[in-house]
C-alpha cells in the first residue's frame, strides 16, 4: 500500500512536468500560424462585408422573439404609456370587487387598466386562499384569457365597463383601455376579431391570440421592458401602500403548524409595499405591461387575504380614488329599469328578499336568512296595509317553489304579493338589446382614440347572444325597496345591494 502510495505520486509528478514542457513550448508549425491568421482574415472581412456588429446580431435575436415584437410594434402605438392586466374570476360580485382593486393598483402604479369583460359565473375558479390552495398567477391568467376567447366565439362578450358606470373616474383619476382594443393592439391581429361570432371559423387567428394569451401570461417568464408578470399571490404576499410599516414583515396570518404538516407546504405571507416592489426604477416599473394574477382580497383572522389598502393619508390623489370608487353604481340604463320596474309594476312600497337556495355553500346560513326574513314579514303584515308587496330574488326556479318557504308566501293571497323578474320577461331583453347597442366599454381608452388618428374598433358588432343582465335589474330593483331588504348571509351580492341602498341609487338615477 505504500509503496503504490509512493508511486502514484511519482507518476502523477512525471505526468505533470510533462505538461508543463508541453505548455511552455512555443507554437512554431508554420502551417497554423497561416490558419489563425487565415480564419482572422476571413471573419474580418465578413463581418465587414455584411456590415454585421455586435448590436445587430442582439438586434436579430430580439426580432426573432415573437413577444418582444409585438411589444416594439405596440410600443410605436402608444409611446410611453404603461398597462396593468390582471385575471378576474367567480361569479360577478368577486368580479366587480376585483375590478375596484384594479382600478387602485393601476392608480397607484400609474398605468392604464385594462379593463376586461364579465366573466361567466364561476367559469373561472381562484380555489381558497385561507386553505393556501389556489391556481397560481399563470394558470389563473391563461385560464382567463382562454375564457376570454369562448365569450368572443359565442358573441356573449360584455366589458365590465359595459355594466358599470365608470365615467365618474376616467380619464379625471385614472386611464382605461377596453381587452378586446388592447388584445388587437398587442397581438397584432385584424380589429374585427372583436365582432367575430365565431372564431372557429379563422383557425389562424385563434392560434395566433392563444399564442399571444400564453406568451402575456408570463409562461415563458418576463421579457425585459416588454412584460412583468407577477407571481405573488395571496399565498405569499399581503400588498400594502404607504402605510408607514417596515416592507417586507411577515403578515399576522399565517398557515398553522397543521396545515403545514397536512398539505406539506411551506408558504410565509409578507407584507409588501406595491409601489416600492412594482412601481418606477424597480424591474416591473420598466414593462409596458404588468400582468398581475387574481386581485382578489377580503378581510380574514384579523388581516387581509391580498390587498390591505383602505386609506393613503400620504397620498391625497389615491386617497380621492379609494373613496370615489369605494361604489361603482351600474350603468344608468340598469338603474332606470329597475326603478321603473318598481315604479310602473310593482307600484307600492315593497320589501325586496334575495335568498340563495340552490348554492349549497349558503346551506348554513339559510335558517337565520328565512327567520330574519319571517320576522321582517310579520312586523309589516301587523302594521301596514295588506297585502305587503315582497320583489323576490331566488336562484331558484318558480315551478320548484311548491312546498318550499317561496311556495307557502305565494299561497297567502291576502297577507302577500310576489313580484319577480326573469330572464325572458321583456322588460330584460329590451335593456340587454340597449346595452349590446350603447357599447360602453369601447369607448374609453386613449390608445382607441389615437391611433392612425381615427377609431377602427367597430361600435356596431353583432351578438349572437345577448348579455344576462336579470341579476343587475334585479339588485337595482332592490335598491328602491322603501319597506326593507333582506339579503342571504354571507352573500356578496347582498353585500353589493346593501351598498347601493347606503348610496340611495334608487333616488339619484
Not at 393613503?312 to 350603468?331: H, Y
Not at 331558484?396 to 326573469?422: I, M, V
Amino acid at each position: 500500500m505504500k509503496n503504490a502510495a509512493f508511486n502514484l505520486d511519482k507518476s502523477t509528478t512525471k505526468s505533470s512536468s510533462w505538461l508543463k514542457k508541453k505548455q511552455a513550448q512555443p507554437l512554431k508549425s508554420p502551417l497554423s500560424l497561416f490558419l489563425i491568421l487565415s480564419l482572422f482574415l476571413f471573419v474580418f472581412l465578413f463581418i465587414s462585408f455584411f456590415k454585421i456588429t455586435p448590436n445587430s446580431l442582439f438586434s436579430k435575436t430580439i426580432a426573432d422573439n415573437p413577444i418582444i415584437s409585438q411589444c416594439t410594434k405596440f410600443q410605436t402605438l402608444a409611446p410611453g404609456e404603461k398597462f396593468l392586466w390582471y385575471a378576474p374570476h367567480s361569479g360577478f360580485s368577486n368580479q366587480l370587487s376585483e375590478f375596484k382593486n384594479g382600478i387602485l393598483m393601476a392608480g397607484i402604479l400609474n398605468r392604464t387598466l385594462i379593463v376586461p369583460p364579465v366573466l361567466d359565473h364561476h367559469a373561472v375558479a381562484l380555489g381558497s386562499c385561507p386553505k393556501f390552495r389556489v391556481l397560481g398567477p399563470k394558470e389563473i391568467r391563461v385560464s382567463v384569457w382562454d375564457h376570454v376567447l369562448d365569450l368572443v366565439k359565442t358573441g356573449s362578450y360584455v366589458s365590465m365597463a359595459d355594466i358599470i358606470d365608470i365615467s365618474s373616474l376616467v380619464p379625471s383619476s385614472i386611464q382605461v383601455i377596453d381587452f378586446r382594443v388592447f388584445a388587437s393592439l398587442w397581438c397584432n391581429v385584424n380589429m374585427d376579431f372583436t365582432c367575430a361570432n365565431d372564431l372557429n371559423a379563422q383557425s389562424s387567428l385563434f392560434d395566433s391570440l392563444k399564442l399571444c394569451g400564453s406568451m402575456l401570461s408570463g409562461i415563458d417568464g418576463n421579457v425585459d421592458k416588454c412584460l412583468y408578470a407577477v407571481d405573488e399571490d395571496c399565498r405569499t404576499t399581503v400588498w400594502t401602500y404607504k402605510n408607514g410599516d417596515e416592507d417586507r414583515v411577515f403578515d399576522s396570518f399565517q398557515p398553522d403548524e397543521q396545515l403545514k404538516k397536512k398539505k406539506k407546504i411551506s408558504y410565509v405571507r409578507r407584507r409588501q409595499d406595491v409601489y416600492k416592489s412594482l412601481g418606477p426604477g424597480s424591474e416591473a416599473g420598466s414593462a409596458t405591461v404588468l400582468a398581475f394574477g387574481s386581485l382578489f382580497t377580503a378581510p380574514y383572522k384579523g388581516s387581509e387575504l391580498h390587498i390591505d389598502i383602505h386609506e393613503a393619508q400620504r397620498d391625497q390623489r389615491i386617497q380621492s380614488l379609494i373613496d370615489n370608487s369605494e361604489f361603482l353604481p351600474f350603468v344608468p340604463e340598469i338603474l332606470n329599469a329597475g326603478k321603473k320596474f318598481a315604479l310602473e309594476t310593482i307600484k307600492a312600497p315593497f320589501l325586496c328578499a334575495q335568498l340563495r337556495l340552490l348554492d349549497g355553500q349558503f346551506k348554513n346560513h339559510w335558517k337565520a336568512t328565512f327567520q330574519g326574513l319571517k320576522q321582517k314579514l310579520e312586523v309589516l303584515k301587523q302594521s301596514g296595509s295588506k297585502p305587503v308587496h315582497i320583489f323576490v330574488m331566488t336562484d331558484l326556479p318558480q315551478g320548484n317553489w311548491t312546498r318550499s318557504f317561496l311556495g307557502d308566501l305565494a299561497s297567502e293571497l291576502n297577507h302577500f304579493k310576489l313580484h319577480f323578474l326573469r330572464e325572458e320577461d321583456e322588460v330584460v331583453k329590451k335593456i340587454a338589446k340597449n346595452l349590446a347597442v350603447a357599447g360602453h366599454g369601447l369607448r374609453f381608452g386613449s390608445v382607441l382614440r389615437s391611433f392612425n388618428g381615427e377609431s377602427k374598433m367597430k361600435m356596431d358588432c353583432s351578438h349572437q347572444r345577448l348579455p344576462d343582465i336579470l341579476l343587475y335589474i334585479e339588485e337595482s330593483v332592490c335598491s328602491c325597496a322603501s319597506l326593507g331588504f333582506v339579503g342571504t348571509a354571507g352573500s356578496t351580492i347582498a353585500e353589493s345591494i346593501e351598498l347601493m341602498r347606503k348610496s340611495d341609487v334608487c333616488s339619484k338615477s
